[in-house]
T-cell receptor, first 113, second 114 residues
Framework: EAQVTQNPRYLITVTGKKLTVTCSQN?????MSWYRQDPGLGLRQIYY???????DKGDVPEGYKVSRKEKRNFPLILESPSPNQTSLYFC????????????FGEGSRLTVL | AQKITQTQPGMFVQEKEAVTLDCTYD???????LFWYKQPSSGEMIFLIY??????QNATEGRYSLNFQKARKSANLVISASQLGDSAMYFC???????????FGTGTKLQVIP
């Protein structure tokens, strides 16, 4: 089954404790990206990657890091989480050609105390 | 300026009626794609429909159609014959700059009334 898998789905952590949200896709997509969803703001792009070892900033990259060492994986790293990073996070992937429809993971709800 | 504007935070529609969700966009890129996604209360993001900037005809997918007016920079979603299961949040989105950048609107919460 074609899917994008995120882990963890739910996480409560404390300020400053480094965490990683993993994202893996099994569709051989070149493009992967991360978004955060906040009430009234919609989804905002954090980082994206056009292919292995190629990453770039989206609209809200501050406080986040990413890496793309393998085509299927695109982890999101919060080196020192702060309460303003409490949000619902989505990973998505797509082909770089065609319609560019995004395939989303189920989301990861993160709370930083 | 907002790249994607959805001016209707919430809407109600009677079951079996048609409803239009508004979306306007702003880009200087001649090549872009416009998308609509549905987010039910369970939280997942579901792709509904796509329109390319060079497409001459409006996209349709079952009960969904996209009213693309390029000169006005609008990409409204039309849902025909609304069903209770259509109650959800709907997001308009745009991909531009070689499809690298993705911008979402703030969403419209649609509630279908029996």
């Amino acid at each position: 089954e074609a899917q994008v898998t995120q882990n963890p789905r739910y996480l409560i952590t404390v300020t400053g404790k480094k965490l990683t949200v993993t994202c893996s896709q099994n569709m051989n997509h070149e493009y992967m990206s991360w978004y955060r969803q906040d009430p009234g703001l919609g989804l905002r792009q954090i980082y994206y990657s056009m292919n292995v070892e190629v990453t770039d900033k989206g609209d809200v990259p501050e406080g986040y890091k990413v890496s793309r060492k393998e085509k299927r994986n695109f982890p999101l790293i919060l080196e020192s989480p702060s309460p303003n990073q409490t949000s619902l996070y989505f990973c998505a992937s797509s082909w770089t050609g065609g319609t560019g429809e995004l395939f989303f993971g189920e989301g990861s709800r993160l709370t930083v105390l | 300026a907002q790249k994607i504007t959805q001016t209707q935070p919430g809407m109600f529609v009677q079951e079996k009626e048609a409803v239009t969700l508004d979306c306007t966009y702003d880009t200087s890129d001649p090549s872009y794609g416009l998308f609509w996604y549905k987010q039910p209360s369970s939280g997942e993001m579901i792709f509904l429909i796509y329109q390319g900037s060079y497409d001459q005809q409006n996209a349709t997918e079952g009960r969904y159609s996209l009213n693309f007016q390029k000169a006005r920079k609008s990409a409204n979603l039309v849902i025909s014959a609304s069903q209770l299961g259509d109650s959800a949040m709907y997001f308009c989105a745009m991909r531009e700059k070689g499809y690298q950048k993705v911008t979402f609107g703030t969403g419209t919460k649609l509630q279908v009334i029996p």
